[in-house]
């Protein structure tokens, strides 16, 4: 078999990690398996590189912030290369340049366009593990670029994809995917197994334990993929198209930090405001979330919508300096604010499933900001002190409607 292993940074965060990956990766070789293993930068390497890069220029462009965070990955890879051949067996580490994997220009949330596969494929012939770093490619100009963080779930599964990988495992800290984030909700329950559509809700509404594209990729190109931890040997969740429990009422429930809130003030009540406020953010390349208008009153009304945090000083400016025209008494922004969802292929056929996750919110006592709903989830926006409060509440709800369902 041809197997993707992908070990995110906690799995590999120190030398002692590194060498209880080393086995693992060298036990499934010694089985028959030809290996390609995707690695992420080590414990909180990242983070530190953009700490670091904040001290010497906060503003640096995203060229140059690429360029330093690919470092962390090569690092993994090469100190790993070194683990195996210390252990006795044959690994060789390559990079994005090295392997071919090319991307679209833009830094910083680059998407992969194609993969080579010659070289991998003559390591893997001569009898290598072939350790190939996360997150990272190269785009038309010969530069490297990152994927966005998370991204190297991406790689992992683009991997697979590109070598027709007999299955694509995801390593991480927790043995699988959850019913809610283990680590807030802790009778949070493991998934034997989840759709792609309900994986990709959940990873797209904060659920962290996949990088959102890696799902897409997955689907696309239907990769056998499961979630596993490098720690244990409990079997992990598996990742697939059609899940046998239809009958599931929730699959899980999401929490995002990573939002704000603005509001346009008392707009014209008239054609063309809406249009002209989402224009505005598309032409600063700004991804709007949850939208709310409210009704007119008295010939004005007021347009609410998230966007990600970090794109709300580019919002903001591109807003203050169109206020006259959009007709706006004020614009009023809120970044303690934060996303929680819950999401499942079973709830458009079962109506009271909005009416319990509000209850639980009353009942938590957290006030609700803005709603959206589709046919596989809900998501309502609170204030960001109240994530955990109401995460756990929410699934306390929830958990044992889902897990009757399920026995069903
Ligand atoms: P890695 O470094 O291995 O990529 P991440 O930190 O990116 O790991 O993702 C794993 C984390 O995702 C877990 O430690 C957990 O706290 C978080 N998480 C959030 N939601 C879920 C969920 N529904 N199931 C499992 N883990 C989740
Ligand atoms: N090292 C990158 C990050 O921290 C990519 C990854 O871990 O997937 O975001
Ligand atoms: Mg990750």
Do not use: W
Not at 27 to 46: F, P
Not at 195 to 222: I, Q, T
Not at 255 to 261: E, G, L, P, T
């Amino acid at each position: 078999m041809l197997i993707v292993q992908k070990y995110g940074g906690s799995s590999v965060a120190n030398a002692e990690r590194v060498f209880n990956v080393a086995r693992r990766i060298l036990k499934a070789k010694e089985e028959g398996n030809d290996l390609v293993v995707v690695l992420s930068a080590q414990g909180k390497t990242t983070d530190g590189l953009i700490a670091k890069a904040k001290e010497i220029n906060p503003k640096a462009s995203r060229r140059e912030m690429d360029m330093l965070l690919v470092t962390g990955e090569q690092q993994s890879v090469a100190l790993m290369a070194m683990a195996i051949n210390a252990l006795g067996g044959r690994a060789i580490s390559l990079n994005g340049v090295q392997v071919g994997i090319e991307t679209t220009n833009n830094y910083s949330n680059a998407r992969i366009r194609k993969i080579q596969t010659e070289r991998i494929e003559n390591e893997l012939e001569r009898g290598n593990v072939v350790l190939v770093t996360g997150f990272q490619g190269v785009n038309t100009l010969g530069d490297m670029t990152t994927l966005g963080r998370g991204g190297s779930d991406t790689s992992a599964v683009a991997l697979a994809a590109a070598l027709n990988a007999d299955v694509c495992e995801i390593y991480t800290d927790v043995d699988g995917v959850y019913t809610a984030d283990p680590r807030v909700v802790k009778d949070a329950q493991k998934l034997d197994e989840i759709s792609y559509d309900e994986m990709l809700e959940l990873a797209s509404l904060g659920a962290k334990v996949l990088h959102c594209r890696s799902v897409e990729v997955a689907k696309k190109y239907n990769v056998k993929l499961s979630v596993l931890s490098s720690m244990t040997d409990a079997e992990g969740t598996q990742v697939k198209e059609e899940c046998k429990m239809e009958r599931m009422l929730i699959s899980g429930v999401a929490a995002d930090k990573n939002v704000s809130r603005i509001s346009i003030i008392g707009v014209k009540d008239e054609p063309g405001k809406a249009f002209e406020v989402f224009a505005l953010m598309a032409k600063e390349k700004v991804s709007v979330d949850i939208i709310l208008q409210s009704t007119g009153r008295d010939g004005r009304q007021d347009i609410s919508f998230t966007i990600g945090k970090d794109d709300l000083d580019i919002a903001l400016k591109a807003l203050e300096d169109s206020k006259e025209r959009l007709t706006a008494e004020a614009i009023q922004h809120d970044d303690n604010v934060a996303k929680l969802s819950i999401v499942g292929a079973g709830m458009a056929s079962n109506p009271g499933v909005a009416a319990m996750f509000f209850e639980a919110m009353y009942d938590a006592g957290v006030n609700i900001q803005m709603i959206s709903t589709s046919e596989i989830k809900i998501t309502v926006l609170i204030s960001e002190e109240d994530i955990d409060t109401a995460m756990i509440a929410v699934h306390d709800k929830f958990k044992n409607v889902s897990v009757n369902m399920r026995k069903n």
